[in-house]
């Protein structure tokens, strides 16, 4: 069963530091993503209406009820916070706003649409949101973009897989009782 994060002790200083270290548009996000424990809770105790829009009082109400210390993280009142948030001023905050880009929340038959490169960007975001939940550090990412991260898994792949045709060519060679230097040096 799933505790929420202020059941697990989530906000210790140096967690609440590295939500501040991320600012605190990107640091509210990761805030309330990790105290609902995933997207989709964030999303239904922040949008309690479910229209897809977030005003004040339901931002501040899903705030207390996910127990975010947010004026201890970001040291900004209600009015501050909400205001950094709201992108175009309009009182109302779209999930986009709230809790990052868009295309992270589509479910997996819109994600089956999406052409091949689409979906390395999406997995790769949703893949560090999860990770960056359960880490009470920053992560040290080996690379700036999906796109670069891909193509180095796909080389390690290929790599591997060539590592073991030819392991398996020279179990079959010595199977085959054949030991000598110039054949098995030739693969």
């Known amino acids: 069963m799933n505790q929420s ?6 906000w210790t200083p140096e967690y609440k530091c590295e939500l501040r270290s991320l600012g605190p548009h990107r640091g509210i996000q990761h805030a309330i993503i990790a105290a609902a424990g ?11 209406n479910s229209n897809g829009l977030v005003s004040k009082t339901e931002f501040f ?3 207390k009820s996910l127990k975010i210390p947010y004026y201890e993280i970001f040291n900004l009142n209600e009015d501050q916070l909400f205001k950094v948030l709201d992108d175009d001023g309009n009182q109302e905050l779209t999930m986009p706003e709230l ?4 295309e992270d929340h589509i479910d997996q038959a819109e994600f089956e649409k999406l052409p ?5 960007v999406v997995y790769n975001r949703r893949a560090r949101l999860l990770l960056k939940q359960e880490m009470m550090r920053k992560p040290g990412w080996e690379y700036q973009d999906s796109e670069q991260e891909m193509r ?5 792949a290929a790599s591997r897989e ?6 398996q060519l020279m179990q079959d060679l010595f199977k085959k009782g054949e030991r000598r230097r110039e054949v098995v040096g030739e693969i």
Request: no cysteine.
């Open 152 to 156: 180095h898994i796909f080389q390690q």
């Open 116 to 120: 091949f490169e689409q979906k390395i």
């Open 38 to 48: 995933n997207l989709g809770k964030a999303r239904r105790i922040m949008d309690d």
């Open 5 to 10: 994060a202020s059941q697990m002790g989530i």
């Open 162 to 167: 060539y590592h073991d045709q030819i392991t």
């Open 61 to 63: 109400q899903g705030l």
């Open 99 to 102: 809790l990052g880009e868009d």
